[in-house]
């Protein structure tokens, strides 16, 4: 459960330590220079900044002119209830369609996701994506089709043209480090890619390779 996972993961560091803004962060770039950034109006400096901004880290990017070759792939996600059916300990399902069906308790099933590159940020449930997903929800699972459509979920996964994730340093900007395009497998890949991303602030040597998933990939040779 990714929300669940993600106010667990923010409890700990807050702990740890982490003091959290929110609201709308640009760079602060000076003299060539990434010298920090600016969260809702508040100037924080720092010798390092990592940006892990998703599908909007193009915008983040922008003053840099960096070419990171990022985009939004909209993913339309479905939520099921069953009531009366205990459903906490249900596998997950990988057919290899390429869809998925996990299970939470609460009697919850998910059923995902499409992947529709070129959408832009267009947050629209549409009828094909629901048409997509519980076509492929009923061919595998078909005693869903008795269950309430509790909720549609609408997300944009940060997708690169060769679908690897993208974690380093920027070219020309080594106090810029990058953690982002992990697609679909953001959950996933996040806490290696996380760790990674650490390593580079302090100047430590990855501990995997990363010649695949550096951001100086997309620099023009």
């Known amino acids: 459960d990714g929300r669940v996972l993600?106010?667990?993961?923010?409890?700990?560091?807050?702990?740890?330590?982490?003091?959290?803004?929110?609201?709308?962060?640009?760079?602060?770039?000076?003299?060539?220079?990434?010298?920090?950034?600016?969260?809702?109006?508040?100037?924080?400096?720092?010798?390092?900044?990592?940006?892990?901004?998703?599908?909007?880290?193009?915008?983040?990017?922008?003053?840099?002119?960096?070419?990171?070759?990022?985009?939004?792939?909209?993913?339309?996600?479905?939520?099921?209830?069953?009531?009366?059916?205990?459903?906490?300990?249900?596998?997950?399902?990988?057919?290899?369609?390429?869809?998925?069906?996990?299970?939470?308790?609460?009697?919850?099933?998910?059923?995902?996701?499409?992947?529709?590159?070129?959408?832009?940020?267009?947050?629209?449930?549409?009828?094909?994506?629901?048409?997509?997903?519980?076509?492929?929800a009923l061919r595998v699972a078909p005693g869903l089709g008795t269950a309430t459509l509790a909720e549609t979920r609408v997300g944009f996964r940060p997708a690169t043209p060769d679908g690897a994730p993208v974690v380093g340093s920027l070219d020309g900007h080594p106090e810029v480090v990058l953690a982002t395009g992990f697609g679909a497998g953001g959950l996933t890949v996040a806490p290696l890619a996380g760790r990674l991303a650490a390593q580079a602030v302090v100047g430590e040597e990855p501990e995997v390779p990363l010649d695949e998933v550096s951001p100086q990939r997309f620099t023009p040779r």
């Open 6 to 136: 993600r106010a667990a993961l923010l409890r700990a560091a807050q702990r740890r330590g982490l003091r959290r803004s929110s609201g709308r962060a640009r760079l602060v770039v000076e003299g060539g220079t990434v010298r920090g950034v600016v969260v809702d109006g508040e100037r924080i400096d720092a010798d390092a900044v990592v940006v892990s901004a998703g599908a909007w880290t193009p915008d983040v990017l922008a003053p840099l002119d960096a070419g990171v070759e990022i985009a939004p792939q909209r993913g339309q996600i479905s939520h099921f209830t069953l009531p009366g059916t205990d459903t906490t300990a249900w596998p997950v399902v990988l057919p290899p369609t390429g869809h998925y069906l996990l299970a939470f308790p609460g009697s919850r099933v998910v059923a995902g996701a499409t992947r529709e590159t070129g959408a832009g940020f267009d947050h629209r449930v549409t009828v094909e994506g629901q048409r997509e997903v519980l076509d492929h």
